[in-house]
């Protein structure tokens, strides 16, 4: 696997921090399905109209929603490109542990196999 750059790395950390939050979660969900005002998000969930700003703002931060303006709204999409690679990175970490793991359960076969599986060292 192929290390981040740190510019890379600080815009993968804003990703994984941003889903960290179930609210920013579903707030991407729905985004990706409709644009959203922010204050018709905001009539989702038990917190106040500010604090549904604030996950608004981590998520465009993050690159994973945009906003726009229309009149006095600002309307909230989800980015469909961001979300992919997000997927992309998950599959490339996905894809290094089980080779990793792939790897251990050879070595623990042949351990077995050269000193029995009763053979405690």
């Known amino acids: 696997m192929v290390v981040d750059s740190r510019w890379q790395q600080h815009a993968t950390d804003r990703v994984f921090h941003s889903l960290a939050d179930a609210t ?3 707030i991407l969900e729905r985004t990706l399905t409709a644009e959203y005002s922010v204050s018709a998000l905001a009539r989702h969930y038990p917190a106040s109209f500010a604090a549904v700003q604030k996950h608004v703002a981590v ?5 994973l929603v945009t906003k726009r303006r229309n009149g006095r709204e600002q309307l909230v999409a989800g980015n469909v490109d961001a979300v992919r690679a997000v ?12 080779g990793r793991v792939s790897r251990m359960s050879q070595v623990i076969a042949e351990d077995q196999k050269e000193h029995g599986p009763d053979d405690r060292h």
């Open 59 to 63: 998520l465009e931060e993050a690159g």
């Open 87 to 98: 997927a992309r990175l998950l599959d490339q970490v996905a894809e290094l542990w089980q």
């Open 24 to 26: 920013r979660r579903d």
